[in-house]
């Protein structure tokens, strides 16, 4: 009889499998229907270009022609999400080492070099037959020139090829990527280890900062980031506040 797997049960390995298309309209619906269809974990769709490309909280991801575009779907639990995506953004600042290029994490996973975002991280569930899934989604502002983007994201959005000053191999990044979220990627029960290193590269922890989420602003001291993937905040007050999700909408 099939059932829901438990979290210590779920696949951390297995092939890898690519699915290339040229245009899409977001990797992760293309990723969804793949769960439909029967997909394995760790099957990655990649798109030269989305049309629809989706950020967080029904936000846009411009995703012009050069960028690298992926899902990858991965079979967990659904109270895993925010760890899930904490090694996401943990794994592409780690991808990002084979091009000598440093990063930073602004939390939860905006991925920025020189303060700029270069590539943001979208984790979605989705309930399959008699699982569940985590449909990791990653953009990358990898090689095209900054001026590709939406002229309102010239100020806080920068590209890899900007950065760099020159072209950059998507393929060899794609394949660094999967590897490191390979690594990364945490089995349950160890958690810690990626939140460890994800807190070294996480440029919010000790600042002051605002953070927009679906119930209002908090504001206070970011002061770690636990094992759920969770900010933990210290008000004014001296409260310890967990945020679950949001965005950091300013920080000093
Ligand atoms: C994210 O959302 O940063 C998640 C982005 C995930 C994109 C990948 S691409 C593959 C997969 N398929 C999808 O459809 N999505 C995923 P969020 O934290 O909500 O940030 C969105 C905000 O970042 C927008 O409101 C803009 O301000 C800004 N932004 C949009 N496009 C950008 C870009 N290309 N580079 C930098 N900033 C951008």
Request: charged share 25%.
């Amino acid at each position: 009889m099939s059932r829901i797997l438990a979290a210590g049960e779920v696949p951390t390995t297995g092939p890898v499998r690519f699915v290339r298309h040229e245009v899409v309209d977001s990797t992760n619906e293309v990723a969804k229907a793949l769960v439909a269809e029967g997909a394995s974990p760790w099957t990655v769709t990649v798109a030269e270009k989305q049309v629809e490309g989706r950020g967080r909280f029904g936000r846009r991801w411009a995703s012009p022609r050069g960028g690298l575009y992926l899902s990858v779907l991965l079979q967990d639990e659904l109270s895993r999400l925010p760890i899930i995506s904490i090694a996401a953004g943990l794994s592409v600042v780690d991808a990002f080492r084979s091009l000598h290029l440093e990063a930073t994490l602004k939390w939860p996973n905006d991925v920025l070099v020189g303060g700029r975002k270069v590539a943001g991280v979208l984790v979605e569930g989705v309930v399959g037959p008699h699982e569940y899934w985590a449909i990791v989604g990653i953009g990358i502002n990898s090689d095209f020139p900054k001026d590709a983007l939406p002229s309102k994201l010239s100020a806080d959005a920068t590209t890899l090829r900007h950065e760099l000053g020159r072209r950059v191999d998507n393929e060899s990044l794609l394949q660094e990527l999967v590897g490191s979220l390979r690594e990364n990627y945490p089995a349950a029960g160890t958690e810690e280890r990626v939140v460890a290193r994800y807190r070294t590269q996480c440029s919010t922890i000790g600042r002051e900062v605002r953070v927009k989420t679906r119930r209002g602003i908090l504001e206070g001291r970011a002061v770690d980031v636990d094992t759920s993937g969770f900010l933990i905040l210290e008000t004014e007050e001296g409260k310890s506040v967990v945020v679950a999700e949001g965005s950091i909408e300013w920080e000093t």
